[in-house]
């Protein structure tokens, strides 16, 4: 009894993770393969990096996730090694390995699971589908344009029409903080408070210190400053620091360039925005729709990261979040077909060669055949059962004299 109550506690996952198989798979991989075709169509190539790699590729000075926050193991050689918690230093690396003397444009996609230890966060995935892209050697406007311009067309593909990207600058922010002069202690709390939208708190915080009225009051407003071009235009009345006027500078910039692709209804700017990876540097951003909580795709420029690994570079990415991307979908009733019917040929082992010759013919023209021997104590009407509830479209069916029938479960399924 114990035995079986052991083998059963084996059926299930550890928390975070999950199976994901049939109907649900393949509209997942229908909607993945979307957006990966659209990035093939922009140009990019692709690339994987390992599951695993060295600690120090993801650690804290590099701006990634915390390392209480990656899972970690040891390989022979007592070398510390991380599931990867994050692509884009993994790509980074990549590119200052193999791209070394390139200096023109580098694009490349992937496909591939990232994962983060989520201590107390109920029902969070700890592994998750990215589909992403980055854009190296290329640090101007048109470049943060176009990877913004890829992610609405990419969730137009998918089937959503209600959704929104979100637009922000790290520049602006560290430009506030600098002009603010807030020391290391106050910015920590001035991320917090602004991340969770506590313009209150913040204000309590600005209080004691000397600056500007325009600036004090810019940084008070800052968790709520979110809305179309005129939220910029507003702000750059309220700072005189070079860094955050550049960046409300750069964000117009980008207004005008996806106003040239004609995507302009379909993005805010939140000039509050903060990202979880500290390498951004300039222009960041992020994609929401109804359904989910969070982040459907997540972005930003980060001109200093490949550097850290030899090579100077300016870089943009992009990572389409696939599990809240599905949620999403299936919240809004999103059509996905994704059904392909089989074929199923029912034979017996004296017909075995027939059915073989026909499978064979059939897959040559890109059609999907399952073989399967009947077996003489299952009734026909089991198989055409087992058929209508597994995407099988038709039935060939070879009796003992080597006639063949076709029965088309599609039209049984409509009467």
Not at 132 to 146: H, K, R, T, V
């Amino acid at each position: 009894m114990l035995k079986q109550e052991y083998n059963k506690s084996l059926l299930f996952t550890p928390e975070g993770v999950r199976d994901i198989y049939g109907e649900d798979f393949e509209k997942r991989l229908k909607i993945q393969n979307e957006i990966h075709s659209i990035m093939k169509l922009y140009g990019f190539k692709d690339i994987a990096t390992p599951t695993f790699e060295f600690f120090d590729i993801f650690n804290r000075e590099r701006g990634t996730v915390k390392s209480e926050e990656m899972f970690k193991f040891f390989d022979q050689y007592n070398n510390t090694l991380v599931l990867r918690p994050d692509i884009t230093p993994s790509i980074a690396r990549c590119v200052a390995k193999y791209y070394e003397q390139e200096e023109m444009q580098i694009r490349l996609c992937y496909i591939g699971n990232t994962f983060i230890h989520r201590t107390g966060y109920q029902g969070k995935l700890c592994e998750v589908t990215q589909v992403g892209a980055e854009l190296m050697n290329d640090d101007s406007s048109d470049a943060d344009g176009e990877m913004i311009a890829l992610t609405i067309e990419s969730l137009l593909k998918s089937g959503l029409k209600e959704f929104k990207v979100d637009i922000g600058h790290a520049g602006l922010i560290r430009g506030l903080i600098q002009e603010a002069g807030l020391t290391e202690e106050e910015t920590i709390l001035f991320k917090r408070f602004l991340a969770n939208k506590n313009m209150f708190a913040v204000e309590e915080m600005l209080q004691k210190k000397e600056l500007p009225a325009s600036c004090k009051e810019l940084l008070i407003q800052l968790p709520d400053l979110f809305g179309d071009i005129e939220t910029i235009t507003a702000a750059k009345e309220k700072t005189l620091n070079p860094d955050a006027l550049e960046a409300l500078d750069r964000l117009e910039k980008l207004y005008q360039i996806l106003q040239a692709h004609g995507w302009q209804d379909y993005v805010t700017f939140d000039l509050g925005m903060l990202s979880r990876y500290e390498y951004y540097t300039g222009v960041i951003f992020k994609a929401y729709t109804y359904g989910t909580g969070d982040a459907i795709v997540t972005g930003g420029r980060y001109d200093n990261l490949v550097e850290q690994f030899g090579k100077k570079t300016p870089a943009i990415g992009l990572a389409f979040v696939l599990d809240e991307l599905m949620t999403a979908l299936d919240s809004q009733k999103v059509v996905i077909d994704a059904k392909d019917k089989d074929t199923v040929i029912l034979y017996r082992s004296a017909n075995r060669k027939i059915a073989i010759e026909m499978a064979r013919e059939l897959r040559e023209q890109n059609k999907s055949v399952r073989l399967m021997r009947k077996n003489a104590e299952v009734s026909l009407e089991i198989y055409k059962e087992y058929g209508r509830g597994n995407e099988v479209a038709s039935i060939l069916y070879i009796d003992d004299t080597g006639e063949v029938t076709e029965i088309d479960l599609q039209e049984v399924a409509d009467e």
